[in-house]
């Protein structure tokens, strides 16, 4: 637990009603669920090779390794749904450039764009920290897990179709389009104005850069070690989302010939229906029964192995099965590993913790894209696969060494 300098009993959550964020991360993971499946073998159309293709990840993380706490320390101090508003203009922007690349080096200019305003979805968690208190968080985080499985089951699934009839940029057009979309949800729906209990410490963006404002957070007992939990969890996370795609395509047939971006989305918008059941409702009931922490622990187990047999499979029923244990594995970690995260500060502080949570996967999506795209490059698959298992091992370890039981709320 961290108890601040000034004593006293913690100041009420405002509640609102968290329906309109729903609709706009809803509205985001479209746009980004029509393009993730696809990205891959889009820039394989340019002639890049797995690890330029894998590089574009890389790329748009390095860029929001500066944005998203920069994004968080600003949404402290002017509110939320500005700094929503700027991140998502930049978003729409780099698909319509995506969508009219030329040559490769569009493609890495578009995701430099994106990158650089990235902070859709910590700025939303940090808007449901501030409204939600510390015992529903698990179930208030599932919104945006069930955003994600509505998404990853509708989005990859329409790539595929549309990618096939109408050539590869038509999804991106459309992640465009849904993007605006987005922007216009936010403006109209979300309620504005800056959180409460902000202090002048968390005003001063320029902190932003400063290592000390981060040191802190990993200085707090139970808080580091989340905290390094979250990160081999997005290292695995990575290494998996960023090689898929490529994976499957030299690895998987389907009617006699290779996988292509047709069914790369259907394996995606099936881990999305997946999703949409286990967060639909079944999260909260667990989290009452087991705790967070229980769930975070056996989600690593299942992305053990889950990715230690997706490296052994030949045929496509095998995926489908282990696929399923992996989803689980992913579907109960994120939800619940961000609640425990936030339990542990202050409210004032939610926009900064949730910011290093996403430094922390913009980290991930740096080196974790590069070893996928150089294992793959050299027919590596099995290795590939069999490290975005070891990583998730490290996690499961972490687990057991912290414990099971829910932080104390933090007081202001």
């Known amino acids: 637990m961290h108890v601040s300098g000034d004593a006293g009993p913690a100041a009420p959550v405002p509640r609102v009603s968290l329906l309109p964020v729903f609709l706009i991360v809803l509205v985001d993971?479209?746009?980004?669920?029509?393009?993730?499946p696809l990205l891959a073998i889009y820039a394989e159309s340019f002639d890049a090779s797995p690890l330029q293709a894998t590089l574009l990840i890389s790329v748009f993380a390095a860029c929001q390794l500066v944005s998203g706490p920069l994004l968080g320390h600003f949404s402290d101090r002017t509110g939320r749904k500005a700094m929503l508003i700027i991140s998502q203009i930049g978003t729409?922007?780099?698909?319509?450039?995506?969508?009219?690349?030329?040559?490769?080096?569009?493609?890495?200019?578009?995701?430099?764009i994106d990158g650089s305003t990235a902070g859709n979805l910590s700025l939303a968690q940090a808007y449901?920290?501030?409204?939600?208190p510390p015992e529903e968080r698990a179930r208030s985080f599932a919104l945006i897990g069930i955003a994600f499985g509505l998404g990853f089951f509708v989005g990859p699934s329409l790539t595929?179709?549309?990618?096939?009839?109408?050539?590869?940029?038509?999804?991106?057009?459309?992640?465009?389009?849904?993007?605006?979309?987005?922007?216009?949800?936010?403006?109209?729906?979300?309620?504005?104005?800056?959180?409460?209990?902000?202090?002048?410490a968390s005003a001063r963006w320029t902190e932003a850069f400063r290592w000390g404002t981060?040191?802190?957070?990993?200085?707090?007992?139970?808080?580091?070690q989340r905290l390094f939990q979250f990160l081999f969890y997005v290292l695995s996370f990575s290494t998996f989302i960023s090689g898929f795609a490529l994976y499957a395509e030299?690895?998987?047939?389907?009617?006699?010939?290779?996988?292509?971006?047709?069914?790369i989305g259907f394996a995606f918008g099936y881990v999305g229906l997946l999703g949409i059941i286990l967060q639909g409702g079944l999260i909260g009931r667990l989290v009452q029964r087991y705790g967070e922490a229980p769930l975070v622990f056996t989600g690593f187990i299942s992305l053990v192995v889950g990715y230690l047999a997706l490296g052994l499979v030949n045929s496509v029923s095998m995926l489908v099965v282990f696929g399923t244990v992996s989803a689980f594995g992913n579907g109960v970690i994120r939800p619940a590993l961000s609640s425990l995260i936030t339990q542990y500060a202050e409210r004032h502080e939610q926009g900064v913790v949730l910011g290093v949570t996403q430094s922390l996967m913009s980290m991930a999506s740096i080196v974790a894209p590069m070893a996928a795209g150089l294992l793959i490059q050299h027919d590596l698959l099995a290795v590939w696969a069999w490290l975005a298992a070891a990583l998730a091992g490290v996690g499961m370890v972490l687990s057991s060494t912290i414990g099971s039981s829910r932080p104390a709320p933090a007081v202001s």
């Open 29 to 36: 993971v479209f746009g980004m669920t029509l393009v993730i």
């Open 92 to 112: 729409c922007i780099g698909f319509i450039v995506l969508a009219r690349a030329t040559s490769l080096w569009m493609i890495y200019v578009a995701r430099i």
């Open 128 to 132: 449901i920290a501030d409204h939600t």
């Open 160 to 200: 595929g179709y549309l990618s096939d009839r109408y050539g590869l940029n038509t999804p991106i057009y459309l992640a465009a389009l849904m993007s605006a979309t987005s922007i216009a949800c936010t403006a109209l729906l979300l309620r504005g104005g800056a959180p409460a209990g902000r202090t002048a």
């Open 214 to 224: 981060y040191a802190q957070y990993f200085a707090r007992p139970g808080l580091r």
């Open 250 to 263: 030299r690895k998987f047939v389907w009617a006699g010939d290779a996988f292509g971006p047709r069914e």
